[in-house]
Every structure is written in C-alpha cells, then in structure tokens.
C-alpha cells in the first residue's frame, strides 16, 4: 500500500527568503509524485509532475522539486517566496496503470509568507 | 480546453436535510470522475469514483452516495445530512486515456451542517 507523509502541517517563512516542504512516500511499486497548491476556498491546481527522467522537476510558479529514490522523497523548494504563494500544498502519489484511482494525498502543509 | 464546474459554491445545511451537489466538466468526453472531501486540516479524502455513465465505486463507507446520469456530469447525494459532513468537497477528473493521472480538480463546494 502506499502512503504519503508531509513532515510539516505549517510553514512560516518571510517573504524573498527560500522555502522547502518536505513530502515522503513510501511504495513497493514505481509511482508518479504530484504537487498540488490549492488557495483559500478553492479547488488543487498542478504545481508540478514527476514521471520518470531528470530527478529535478521544475514546475510553475518558480517551484522545483527534486525525486530521491533511495530517501523516497519529493520535496518542492522555492528559492524566494512572494506573499502570493501563501496557500496550502499536497504532495500526491499515484501508481501508474491505474488511472489515477490510487493517487493518495498527503495531508498538506500550510504555508504562510510573512512580510 | 476543458473546465470544471460544481456547483452551489458554498452551502448551509440543517443536520438531517437531504444533499445534492453537481460537478460537471466541459471539453472531454468519458472522463474518470472523482468526489474527493477535505476535513479541516486534513488533506484529501476519495469518497468515489467513476469512469462511466452509471458506474460507481465507493472507497469508503459513508451516509453519502454518488450518481452519474450522464457523461460529464457527476452529482454527490445524501438523504439525511450527518454533523459530521460537513467540509469542503471536490470534484476531479482525469482524461481517460491519460497516462500520467493528473487530476484536474473543480473550484469545491464549501458544505456546512449546522
């Protein structure tokens, strides 16, 4: 079965200095990572994907996120947060083949860009 | 390009009064469909899902149902409002022919029971 741990429930960072949250997933199968960002009242969007290739995977926004194998983590990074990514983000992860009906979600950092 | 909608936005029920939320996706046609519900402070749950006209599974047992009368519509039910519904439901899809799994996901209906 697979599973997804967001380490941190709550991020507090100031704006223009870089941020990490930290996603780890465990998995006896390979599997597609997500991140998703939802803003207040609204629905997830795609931060960014990764499938297979290159370990760093740039996404919108200015976010990147780095697949390590051997620790099974997905952390999402940003070198310099505005106020406008305060939002909350999930990491996801869904096994190939299935169409998406064992993506399971992490339970969500909440990040908070202070000025 | 496809969108989705649900729809109310925001709703305020009594603690036993029926349920009936709509999603619907434009632009695509015989999408996987998803009702998903997210608890304060907790991250997502699959509540069902769908990948055909009349086809249905539950992921877990609830007092709430879900129907599909046509392809792209996908609608959440409830006979008698429960307390503990209450929390912000949304609705995804995926391109059936997919084969990455993005989600693509509606804007949410915020459901409160009071």
């Known amino acids: 079965a697979q599973s997804v741990t967001q380490l941190d429930s709550q991020v507090p960072v100031f704006e223009e200095a870089p941020v990490e949250l930290r996603c780890n997933y465990s998995?006896?199968?390979?599997?597609?990572l997500f991140w998703y960002v939802q803003y207040p009242n609204q629905g997830l969007q795609l931060l960014l994907k990764?499938?297979?290739?290159?370990?760093l995977v740039k996404g919108i926004n200015g976010f990147e996120a780095e697949f390590n194998k051997s620790q099974t983590s997905f952390h999402l990074r940003k070198p310099s947060v505005h106020i406008s990514d305060t939002a909350e983000y999930f990491c996801?992860?869904?096994?190939?083949?299935?169409?998406?009906?064992?993506?399971?979600f992490g339970a969500g950092t909440r990040l908070f860009v202070k000025a | 390009s496809q969108t989705i909608h649900q729809w109310p936005a925001t709703l305020v029920q009594p603690v036993g009064s029926p349920l009936s939320l709509e999603c619907t996706v434009e632009g695509t046609s015989n999408p996987n469909l998803y009702w998903y519900r997210q608890a304060a402070g907790r991250g997502l749950q699959l509540l069902f899902y769908s990948v055909g006209i009349g086809q249905i599974s539950s992921e877990v047992p609830q007092n709430l149902s879900a129907s599909r009368p046509q392809d792209r519509q996908f609608i959440l039910s409830s006979k008698k409002l429960l307390l503990s519904d209450s929390g912000f439901y949304l609705c995804?899809?995926?391109?059936?022919?997919?084969?990455?799994?993005?989600?693509?996901f509606g804007p949410g209906t915020r459901l409160t029971v009071l």
């Open positions: 998995s006896s199968v390979s599997v597609y």
């Open positions: 990764y499938l297979s290739g290159s370990t």
């Open positions: 995804a899809w995926i391109q059936i022919d997919s084969p990455y799994n993005e989600q693509f």
């Open positions: 996801a992860v869904s096994e190939p083949g299935t169409g998406g009906f064992k993506t399971i």
